[in-house]
Nanobody
Framework: QVQLVESGGGLVQAGGSLRLSCAAS????????MGWYRQAPGKQRELVAR???????NYADSVKGRFIISRGNAAGTVYLQMDSLKFEDTAVYYC???????????WGQGTQVTVSS
């Protein structure tokens, strides 16, 4: 019943910035955690950043100091501000919602981020 839609991906040169947005529709609970994952060609999907109800965040070591995840004012919204982008950041980025009570993950369709050298 939960639908996630990402936007904001695109092509950017190394050193540039992008801001990804995710909007969730359906029934959203205050206990839901949200985050961003990415998957590059030939690689496993990996956690980029996540935020839980109390506002605490987790980041992959590779993006610390460059990316910031934040919740929007509207329920079920989350953003990923990406600065100082590197070629190795190139991937499809997926919005994720984790429903603790149901132990269930929901995923968006993904948005492509391509960083050129």
């Amino acid at each position: 019943q939960v639908q996630l839609v990402e936007s904001g991906g695109g092509l950017v040169q190394a050193g540039g910035s992008l801001r990804l947005s995710c909007a969730a529709s359906g029934i959203i609970f205050s206990s839901d955690a949200m985050g961003w994952y990415r998957q590059a060609p030939g690689k496993q999907r990996e956690l980029v950043a996540r935020v839980i109800r109390d506002g605490s965040t987790n980041y992959a070591d590779s993006v610390k100091g460059r990316f910031i995840i934040s919740r929007g004012n509207a329920a079920g919204t989350v953003y990923l501000q990406m600065d100082s982008l590197k070629f190795e950041d190139t991937a499809v980025y997926y919005c994720n919602l984790w429903r603790l009570g149901m132990r269930t993950d929901y995923w968006g369709q993904g948005t492509q981020v391509t960083v050129s050298s």
